[in-house]
């Protein structure tokens, strides 16, 4: 065999290898949550271990350090608690989780890439006039985010920069004009966590805080995404005062089939979603799980329209392509979640949750205070290369075993879900900002810390009235 055959024989046995990992992880994760069994459990950790072992040589220094911060934590606990075995285990069994979790979200965003109705709705927000274009990309980028999740940016992204050039070729102020597009479309994407049902926050911390309510914290997200969008129009348009477009202004017509299309697409994975937990009696995340894959199907076979009688071959060839190119092409995301929750179910073991109220004074803190405090620790970390959701797990995880709560469980969630958000569009780290650099050339720096960190400081005053107002001034 000729150098070049082999060197391109190389990634494909490595793709199918992760494809077979990954796929491994998901089933037998799904299987675990449905069947309680500890062996299926315990197959789940070996898929996801090889993993990563597998990946190792493309792992980066982020990845690297937070198998650090990881193991740093387990040695930790082995050395200063009575079932240390225990307490790894859970934290082994909240990594497979988070990795089974993205890989298999990541089957609706592979499906609703080749949707044509999603690519016309996509095109629509991309071709607003300037005097809407940011609240159009914000509520569309988290709207889509619904079945794309963080794929979302890796979809308009490009529709973005390829419609800016078409535009005006060449123009020395294409650069502001990419700016004020990428800039709410990250921030629609990073707010929309803190209401959308598939987001990653919410699922997660139902999953470790299940007192909360899961209805009032999505009205309490609701309020808070239209207010982000309200001051971040004005700081757009604020800070571009001095900026007028120039040639013909672009008028789309609303693309009222398409958008039907997507809604039908949303309800019915929510219909398969309550089918799957009215069944098996498990929670909303299980049942999301389980919906995925029969959602991706159907999806598929419906994309054939009226020709889906006849559609089996191209949707096996579809469904061949998704698991053995797309979703390996999701490992790097996999490993991050996966090694987060690791670290924030671990570390939350360290911390003496039943005396944490009174050692830090917290039942002396406002509430409005705490939940401020909370948000901006979430933001603190993301600066350290720390993902929300690391943050996300070790906060539910400890606030669940306070036997007295300092404040309201819900509102408590929702605190780390802002400061989630704030980190998506405010930390050089995040998966959102990591997408958007990738896309464009633009550094990640400038993308969260000169681009976004006059709104995320924006936003964090606005919190601080908001969360007064949700606890009653207490």
């Known amino acids: 065999m000729s150098d070049s055959a082999t060197a391109s024989a190389a990634p494909d046995r490595n793709r199918l290898i992760a494809a077979v990992l990954l796929s491994g992880v998901a089933l037998f994760e799904m299987a675990a949550e449905l069947g309680k069994i500890d062996v299926v459990q315990k197959t789940a950790w070996v898929f996801m271990v090889a993993l990563l072992i597998f990946r190792i040589r493309q792992w980066t220094l982020r990845d690297f350090y937070l198998l650090a911060v990881g193991v740093a934590l387990a040695i930790v606990v082995y050395l200063t608690k009575d079932t240390p075995w225990a307490i790894i285990s859970r934290a082994i069994d909240q990594a497979t989780f988070m990795m089974a979790f993205i890989i298999l979200l990541g089957l609706l965003y592979e499906t609703a890439s080749t949707s044509p109705s999603v690519a016309i709705c ?26 794309f999740n963080v794929g979302v940016l890796a979809f308009l992204v490009p529709l973005i920069q390829r419609g800016v050039e078409r535009a005006t070729p060449g123009d020395a102020l294409n650069p502001i004009r990419l700016r004020r597009q990428i800039t709410p479309l990250v921030r629609g994407f990073s707010w929309g ?5 598939t987001a990653f926050s919410p699922l997660v911390l139902v999953q470790l805080m299940p007192d909360l309510d899961r209805a009032r ?26 900026y007028r477009p120039v040639g013909p202004r672009i008028s789309a017509e609303f693309p009222l089939r398409a958008a039907a299309y997507f809604v039908v697409a949303c309800a019915a994975l929510f219909t398969i979603v309550g089918v799957v937990v009215s069944l098996t009696g498990e929670s909303v995340v299980v049942g999301l799980l389980v919906a995925c894959p029969v959602m991706m199907v159907g999806w598929l076979f419906a994309q054939a329209g009226r020709d889906f009688l006849n559609a089996g071959p191209a949707v096996r060839a579809r469904i061949s392509v998704i698991l053995g190119r797309e979703v390996p092409g999701s490992v790097s995301i996999a490993m991050i979640m996966a090694l987060s929750g690791f670290i924030g179910s671990i570390a939350a073991a360290l911390v003496p949750a039943s005396d944490l109220s009174e050692i830090l004074y917290l039942n002396a803190v406002p509430d409005y205070v705490l939940l401020w405090l909370i948000s901006v620790l979430v933001l603190a970390s993301g600066q350290m290369a720390l993902t929300p959701m690391a943050m996300a797990v070790f906060f539910g995880t400890v606030v669940s075993a306070m036997p007295v709560k300092p404040a309201d469980p819900t509102l408590i969630a929702l605190a780390i879900s802002c400061g989630w958000a704030l980190t998506g569009l405010g930390s050089p780290f995040s998966a959102a900002t990591l997408l958007c650099s990738r896309a464009t050339g633009i550094p990640a720096q400038r993308l969260a810390w000169s681009w976004n960190w006059a709104f995320a400081a924006l936003a964090l005053l606005v919190l601080v009235p908001v969360y007064y107002w949700a606890t009653g001034g207490q």
């Open 122 to 147: 996509g095109e629509y927000l991309t071709r607003q006039p300037p005097s809407r274009r940011y609240y159009a990309l914000y509520v569309g980028s988290a709207v889509l985010a619904v079945l």
């Open 193 to 197: 966590v803190i209401w959308s049902p």
């Open 217 to 242: 914290w999505t009205l309490y997200g609701v309020a808070i995404f239209i207010i982000m969008m309200i001051v971040g129009g004005l700081e757009d348009r604020i800070r571009f005062r001095r």
